[in-house]
């Protein structure tokens, strides 16, 4: 009956805004502070202000040089663009492979003399020469690549060098030539290299965009790329990686060597002539484009599109400079200051920027908690006894912080650990423990499938189901990216509790969108609402979030009606209703408010009603920590976190409550010898299963009879007629 | 010092009267397990013991209105019951001299029977420490002539400075004011001319002359904890109680005004984020991350909320020896120290109510 009811929730629409529980100003939801972290750390942000900046300059001298805008103007300025474009792009390569190439310039002069004296000293037809001259680039390149890569000698001076020697060789093939040089020759390849056009576009850039585009996609989306990029940030942890880090630095000098020649061709078939000086002086405006296009003269950060802005950044300026009549001395001058420039910003940028992204991270949000109930007090339900002292402990001192646990058909205990495992205790004899799977995560909250299989949230990875042979499977561990948030936040960070609703979807809390169950402090401190709610349909594997805005949304358990589920929320002391279906479906009702402790799992009790346990419980100065966001955001910044003010953790209990919120009876130990904080418990034969988040075992406590009810509340609500193949028939 | 003077001096030498990192424990305050491993003397229930004295080879603790004379054998007489609560003891030439809240300076008998010394309305209330001069003048410490003796933390959360050393002339019984505008003075101990006095909210300890008691030298500044009474070795080295450790959240809190005033407002005292002198109810009882029981264990280095601690001195001011109890264990907030005989020292740890005795160390 149950089934068919809920077998339509497959469109649930927009998730429920739990962000009114919270009981602050609907400004309070935006956190400026914490905008500009999120923006701070994306990746793109990197680049962003140098060339941000980069374009304004250009912008400035374009609007104060207007005649740079005309067409004979614009044109040269987009060749420029391109022949200087093919060396910002080799120098991008070097750059982000950690090395540095200064003999870029002089591989232009000889590929351009070499490719001249071919073409009319020579004869050579066009396409050979062509192949001939890359090959030469590539050669020249190979050499620095050579003794940089394998030899191990420095880039800066080594390139330096090799720039001089090829500036020689250079001049020596120029003086031996010249004479040949003046011979006419015409070619309609070679016209059309130099002054041709396509679509409209002069031939260097329609060849430089492709190179663009390609060398962007290489350096961005390509394992060599990659590796380029793992190189120069770190070598050594490149090696340790497996990275083949020689190759890689061989092969960008190889690859600026063709880059480079390339210009040189063209250079050469646009002016027709050739000096010993071609090419002298581009190693400082290629360098300067690409430090003003963001990429870091310290290795393994830039992109080559980002390049390509500074380039035309540059040849703006070159352009507008000319036009003003300026000395070309100027002109370099003007490109080397704004080359130093640059890259002391891309060094204090590099710098600060994370920085401050951290420092803005964490943004308190002040919280007004209601009146706090004195658990000491004699006449209070909550009254601190010493029941749970008697529980009998399972897999004492091998068990390493359990926070949830799960009892199958045949009375067999499967529980977490911190170290990524599962336990599994016999029935018969508890000291038989074993590993029975290994998450690889943080274990927190358990429960049965339909089928019999273990479900397990596990912090840092998702929602894993566990069949009977121990495997271990991830099911759930990303859900669509919130459209209006900077912040990522497909993830699913820190999965904490989770039930089985009566169609078989499975309904799990996500405590923090933004951190995971490791730095859970950091939530401890913020109190935002950063949890969310989710249901994994198993028809269709999907993933969608059904709570948004929710403050520490932990334990999470299907009502006895099979129509609603029970979210606890740890940050504002409550438990709330969210009809699942029914009427009401999609509704958020209040169950328990203002508890005196912080709220972790919820399950069912064998009489109709529920158990939860707190993971601590409130105190005055945690209260007041909570009303003061200056307090808390101090804390954060001037103390280590061991110093940090929170909820007392070190004690807490297990309360019954009904359907309609009222607390029925509480469970303590007062020696806090044995169990200080509770996190789970889940009812078996008579039995409560305690279960602790610090704690050394799992306590096996025998309830009162009067405590005791007829319901399996290892069954999900609604299902009780498939009690043949239900909970853990196979394991 | 005036506020203005002292925001100049703290802008111009940052750190020079208040420093905001709090030393280690480390050199001659090396954390042990020394107090928790002492022979427990005598316990009391009532966690109240507050200061002892040794007078005609007995020992005589104060333990709320009472005074009592405590044995080896764990056996506690009360030799007297006062009107008021005794906040400090001294061996006065074969009696007890006792400061009692609301009543001013009694003379006890070891054998029975007191009478009222001194009423002057000066040290009625607040006197933290007494120590007799050498022509038997007593010179004492009033906490705060406002907070009362009992009211370190109230004093602690306000910046109260009204603290003053006193003395008062034995022949006449006329008090004489020696300093004003001290943060809470909580020890002194007297030598010939010489005393010791030691500055709570300060966290330090000044030497001077009864001749000159304005002018002091700093003997130990930046204490890592709020030192308590002073009590002289024979060669020249001192022992001094150190009841409470400083906690960087208490630091934090203290500067946050805003938070400070709604704590004191709304906050029951004893649950306040201030150092207490042992565990009162920890199910109410702030709680740091680093407090946390994991495992079943408190780590011995958590941030401690209460700590027992006693350092020795030598004539140079070192801190050569001291003894601990670490936030695992309960023999904390020492007050009061005596020294029976040769390297034994008998310690009041007010926290566990317990009063232990070890041998100093010497090397």
Redesign the interface.
């Known amino acids: 009956m149950a089934q068919s009811k809920t077998a339509g929730l497959g469109k649930w629409g927009r998730p429920v805004d739990a962000f009114g529980l919270t009981g602050r100003p609907t400004l309070a939801r935006f956190s400026p502070m914490r905008t500009v972290s999120d923006v701070l750390s994306k990746q793109w942000m990197e680049g962003a202000v140098p060339v941000f900046l980069a374009v304004v300059i250009s912008l400035g001298f374009a609007l104060s040089t207007p005649e740079i805008l005309q067409s004979g103007d614009r044109d040269l300025i987009l060749r420029n663009f391109a022949e200087l474009g093919f060396l910002a792009v080799a120098l991008t390569i070097v750059l982000v492979g950690g090395g540095i190439d200064l003999s870029v310039g002089s591989i232009v002069g000889m590929s351009s003399i070499s490719s001249l004296v071919m073409f009319r000293a020579y004869d050579w037809p066009v396409p050979v020469i062509l192949v001939v001259v890359v090959i030469l680039g590539a050669a020249f390149g190979a050499i620095n690549g050579f003794l940089i890569a394998v030899v191990k000698t420095r880039p800066f001076i080594t390139t330096l060098v090799t720039a001089v020697a090829l500036r020689a060789v250079v001049t020596v093939v120029q003086t031996h030539n010249a004479p040949d040089l003046v011979m006419p020759r015409t070619d309609s390849i070679w016209t059309f290299l130099g002054n041709g056009t396509v679509a409209g576009m002069h031939t260097s850039v329609a060849i430089f965009i492709p190179v663009v585009i390609i060398a962007h996609i290489g350096m961005s989306r390509v394992r060599w790329g990659w590796w380029t990029v793992a190189v120069g940030s770190d070598r050594r942890s490149a090696r340790r990686n497996g990275v083949p880090t020689t190759r890689v630095t061989f092969a960008t000098y190889v690859a600026s060597g063709v880059l480079c020649s390339i210009a040189g061709v063209l250079l050469a078939a646009r002016q027709g002539s050739t000096s010993a000086l071609t090419g002298d002086g581009f190693e400082i405006a290629a360098l300067t484009a690409v430090v003003l296009g963001g990429v870091s003269l310290t290795g393994g950060r830039g992109s080559v599109a980002r390049a390509a802005v500074g380039v035309m950044v540059v040849a703006i300026i070159q352009q507008a400079l000319i036009r003003r009549g300026a000395e070309s001395a100027w002109s370099t001058f003007i490109l080397a200051a704004a080359l130093l420039s640059f890259s002391v910003l891309d060094l204090k940028w590099g710098k600060y920027r994370t920085r401050i992204a951290d420092k803005l991270e964490v943004d308190p949000l002040r919280l007004e908690p209601g009146p706090l109930l004195?658990?000491?007090d004699e006449n209070s339900i909550w009254r601190?006894n010493n029941h749970l002292t008697t529980a009998e402990p399972i897999g004492l001192g091998r068990i390493?912080?359990a926070e949830d646990c799960a009892v199958d058909h045949d009375g067999n205990l499967y529980c977490g650990d911190r170290r990524g495992w599962i336990w599994r205790f016999d029935a018969g004899d508890t000291t038989r423990g074993q590993i029975f799977a290994r998450t690889g995560g943080s274990p927190l909250g358990h429960a049965w499938d339909l089928n019999g299989d273990l479900l397990v949230c596990v912090g840092g990875i998702g929602l894993c189901r566990i069949t009977p042979d121990g495997t271990s499977t991830p099911i759930a561990v990303q859900t669509r990216r919130s459209r209006n948030k900077i912040f990522d936040d497909s993830a699913i960070r820190f999965a904490d509790d989770l039930d089985v609703g009566p169609d078989g979807a499975i309904y799990f809390s996500d405590a923090s969108s933004r951190i995971d169950s490791a730095s859970y402090?950091v939530e401890m401190a913020e109190f935002r609402p950063n949890g969310r709610v989710f249901r994994y349909d198993p028809s269709n594997g999907s993933v969608e979030q059904i709570v948004k805005n929710h403050l520490m949304a932990n334990g999470i358990t299907t009502a006895h009606d099979g129509q609603s589920i029970l979210i606890a929320s740890s940050g504002l002391f409550r438990v709330d209703r969210l009809w699942i279906s029914g009427p009401k479906q999609g509704q958020l009702e209040p169950v328990l408010e203002n508890l005196p402790g912080l709220p972790d799992n919820i399950n069912r009790a064998s009489d109709g009603n529920y158990w939860m346990s707190f993971v601590?419980?409130r105190?005055?100065?945690?209260d007041?920590?909570l009303?003061?966001r200056?307090?808390r955001l101090?804390?954060t910044k001037?103390?280590?976190?061991?110093?940090?003010?929170?909820?007392?953790?070190?004690?807490s209990c297990v309360v019954k409550f009904t359907d309609d919120g009222m607390i029925l009876s509480s469970y303590w130990d007062g020696t806090?010898?044995?169990h200080?904080?509770v996190t789970s418990m889940k009812e078996f034969d008579g039995h409560l299963y305690i279960a602790g988040l610090?704690?050394?075992r799992i306590g096996r406590y025998k309830l009162p009879e009067h405590e005791i009810g007829t319901l399996d509340p290892m069954l999900t609500p609604g299902r009780l007629a498939d009690r043949g193949h239900a909970v853990g028939s196979q394991a | 010092m005036s506020r203005l003077v002292r925001s100049l001096v703290e802008f111009i030498r940052p750190g020079t009267l208040h420093s905001p990192s709090i030393p280690p424990l480390e050199a001659g305050l090396r954390p042990n397990t020394r107090l928790e491993t002492a022979a427990v003397l005598a316990r009391s229930e009532r966690h109240c013991l507050d200061d002892i004295v040794l007078a005609e080879g007995r020992l005589f603790v104060s333990a709320g209105t009472t005074v009592l004379e405590v044995q080896d054998d764990d056996t506690q007489y009360a030799i007297a019951e006062l009107s008021g609560d005794v906040t400090a003891l001294a061996a006065a030439n074969g009696r007890i001299m006792a400061a009692v809240d609301g009543v001013g300076l009694v003379a006890i008998n070891p054998s029975g029977g007191f009478e009222t010394w001194c009423s002057d309305p000066l040290v009625r209330r607040g006197v933290t420490a007494i120590a007799l001069a050498t022509d038997d003048a007593p010179v004492l410490t009033i906490g705060s002539t406002s907070a009362g003796a009992d009211g370190w933390t109230r004093s602690l959360v306000s910046d109260d400075r009204s603290g003053l050393l006193l003395r008062v002339d034995p022949s006449t019984g006329k008090v004489e004011t020696l300093d004003t505008g001290l943060a809470w003075p909580s020890g002194v101990t007297v030598a010939g001319e010489e005393f010791l006095i030691s500055l709570s909210h300060d966290h330090r300890i000044e030497r001077g002359t009864l001749a000159q008691p304005r002018r002091r030298s700093v003997l130990r500044a930046n204490l890592p904890g709020y030192p308590g009474r002073i009590v002289a070795l024979d060669d020249g080295g001192w022992w001094v109680a150190v009841p409470y450790l400083r906690n960087r959240a208490t630091e934090l809190i203290l500067t946050e005004t805003e938070a400070l005033a709604d704590m004191v407002r709304s906050v029951p005292e004893e649950l306040w984020l201030t150092p207490t002198h042992g565990v009162t109810n920890v199910y109410r009882e702030p709680l740091q991350v680093g407090q946390l029981r994991v495992m079943g264990i408190v780590k011995p280095w958590a941030p401690p909320r209460s700590y027992g601690l006693a350092f020795r001195l030598d004539a140079d001011g070192l801190i050569v020896e001291s003894v601990h109890s670490r936030p695992d264990g309960d023999v904390h907030g020492v007050t009061g120290i005596a020294l029976p005989g040769r390297s034994t020292l008998v310690l009041v740890a007010r926290g566990s109510g317990k009063i232990v005795t070890l041998e100093e160390h010497h090397d």
């Open positions: 004195d658990v000491t601190v390493e912080g402090h601590g419980m105190t005055p100065i945690s007041l920590f009303r003061h200056n307090l101090r804390m001037e103390l280590p976190v061991d110093d940090w003010i929170v909820p007392q953790w070190n004690v806090l010898e044995r200080p904080m610090q704690n050394n």
